[in-house]
């Protein structure tokens, strides 16, 4: 039991939903619910791809004051984790200029293609340790820069809805990493980078770690006795390292896989992992909670098959998931595989369209563009994933001299038996169902680490202090 037994809140922005849960303690006995949820996804506008901002943030204040009318006995921490790489641009009061470009929009290409004609890609890397990708926030970054943007302050958008109710504005260490910005070794923003690429790093908020607290909750939602005396807290903001924070494994001998939208497959490790063959194979180098290091590879992950599903549904076929998998089960194995990490792949719109062309690329059988088609093109997607993992784990294997026998697999997308099952097979691992909802899990587990334990949040102290609450809260 924690000294004070206050309520946690936790909010999880998700690309397809956000959630605002609640951790409560009855009878001694931790118990964590959803008491909201809002759909999510970026939205086309004249200029590009955008985030509905407005929409959620007046959505978690919502689950905000849902959780209020909860808790007699009042809350005690908020904190919020979400995806990465994605900001807001601020004016001098702190309020949002626009709605944040989605890292999906295809102005990041522009950016990187033109920023990589002035900074080499290898030296970047050597900075950074961070995968090139076009969707980092330093890409964005630059793609504000050609567009004629002035420079502005910037937070994340776990860090602006913090800051939004009253937090220090601040960049959270695990978040900071994944703009391609941040010193591997400093863990700092680099000079080097930012003065090349013509990027203001007066506008970058002070880095801090996961843990970090930030201050009271101010404003209206204040005004509800709930939240007389609530803390701020910056939890691991990027939402895969909140919930590899939730896994409540010992030992050094498994990996794992935040299944979602995307797959994030790799290890834990003490120090950055950046040799020749890591930044040959794009792997990354996330920071962790308590001084760890993720060190894994973006893999593409259930994006393939909800895309699928969208496409469908324009031609009036809606399966549930349960359905599709059954029918799935049922296929053959395919005889050519997917490359899922296929860049066409990560776009968004007519996906069976987008499978077929790279199926016909490699001389294999293309299936019809049509619902009857559902159950093997579900079937190729799920072992093709399977096979992709398994790739990366030896790789994750070779790099960190680990022998790697487990791997949990985290969020929504541990709940499909079926990719599990095909996971194990090419694997040869043992296969660890965590929570889907392992990001709350690591948020509540984050707070409880800062509100109750005496350990620097920066110190791998601290990180045992989570891995203590996480094993109370699985």
Known sequence: MPKDTRALVAVDLGAESCRVSLLRWVDGVPQHTLVHRIANGPVQREDGLHWPLEQIVQGMEEGLRKAAELVPEGIRSIAVDGWAVDYVRLDRKGEPLAEPFCYRDPRNEAAERALHAKLSPLRMREITGIQQMPLNTLYQLYADKLAGLPPQRWLNLPEYLLARWGAEPVAEFTNATHTQLVETHSHQWSREIFRDAGLSIECAPRIVPPGTLLGKLHGP??????????????????????????????????????????????????????????????????????????????????????????????????????????????????????????????????????????????????????????????????????????????????????????????????????????????????????????????????????????????????????????????
């Open 221 to 474: 939602l204040a005004s509800l006795s709930a939240y007389a005396d609530t803390e701020l807290i910056a939890p691991a903001c990027h939402d895969t390292a909140s919930a590899i924070a939730g896994i409540a494994a010992g030992g050094d001998d498994w990996a794992y896989i935040s299944s979602g939208t995307w797959s994030l497959v790799g290890a834990l490790t003490l120090e950055a992992v950046n040799g020749p063959t890591a930044r040959a194979e794009n792997f990354t180098n996330l920071g962790g909670v308590g001084g760890t290091n993720c060190f894994h590879k973006n893999v593409n992950g259930m994006w393939l098959l909800k895309q699928c599903q969208d496409a469908w549904a324009q031609q009036g076929y809606t399966p549930h998931i349960a359905e599709l998998l059954a029918a799935a089960e049922r296929e053959p194995a395919p005889a050519v595989l997917l490359d899922v990490d296929d860049p066409d792949l990560m776009r968004m719109g007519e996906m069976p369209r987008r499978i077929n062309r790279q199926l016909a690329a490699r001389g294999a059988a293309t299936l019809p563009e049509t619902p009857e088609s559902a159950a093997p093109l579900t079937s190729l997607i799920l072992h093709s994933l399977a096979a992709r993992y398994a790739q990366v784990l030896r790789v994750v294997a070779e790099e960190t001299g680990k022998d790697l026998r487990r791997v949990f697999i985290v969020g929504g997308g541990c709940q499909n038996q079926l990719l599990n099952r095909l996971t194990a097979q090419a694997t040869g691992m043992q296969v660890c169902c965590g929570s889907p909802e392992s990001s709350t899990l690591g948020n509540f587990a984050v707070q409880f680490a800062t509100l109750e334990g005496e350990a620097s949040a920066s110190s791998l102290a601290f990180r045992d202090e989570v891995y203590h609450w996480a094993s109370r809260l699985a």
